[in-house]
């Protein structure tokens, strides 16, 4: 059974960097699709950005375009989620997900594999 776990949220000051880990434990192998979406305080949880396991495809949401960066580790069977210039406005509690699937998925009701979360805040 596939699990995935966050990590490497903080506290970082706008315009800054910070990269947050997804460990992918139970080797999907193929068909899979990680992603990461966000959920600030009373707001609904958005998409970020995924990835399909074979890594041919990437999405990203509009906001963060250009600015955050998904990836995967094979050897390590981990998927990186790369922010830079990071806004106030990015601030959110920021999940890894994944799912079976064929291609790659941006809505929430997709995904059967759900991490704990991890606290990203972008403050001066």
């Known amino acids: 059974q596939v699990q995935v776990a966050e990590s490497g949220g903080g506290l970082v000051q706008p315009g800054g960097s910070l990269r947050l880990s997804c460990a992918v434990s139970g080797h999907p192998r193929y068909n899979y699709a990680v992603a990461w979406f966000r959920q600030g305080p009373g707001n609904e949880r958005l998409f970020v950005a995924a990835i399909s396991w074979d890594e041919t495809t990437t999405y990203y949401a509009e906001s963060v375009r250009g600015r955050f960066s998904i990836s995967r580790a094979a050897a390590e069977d981990t998927v990186y989620l790369q922010m830079r210039r990071l806004k106030t406005e990015d601030t959110a509690v920021y999940y890894c997900?994944?799912?079976?699937?064929?291609?790659?998925?941006?809505?929430?009701?997709?995904?059967?594999?759900w991490g704990q979360g991890t606290q990203v805040t972008v403050s001066s």
């Open positions: 997900a994944g799912t079976r699937t064929i291609g790659v998925r941006r809505n929430a009701q997709s995904y059967d594999t």
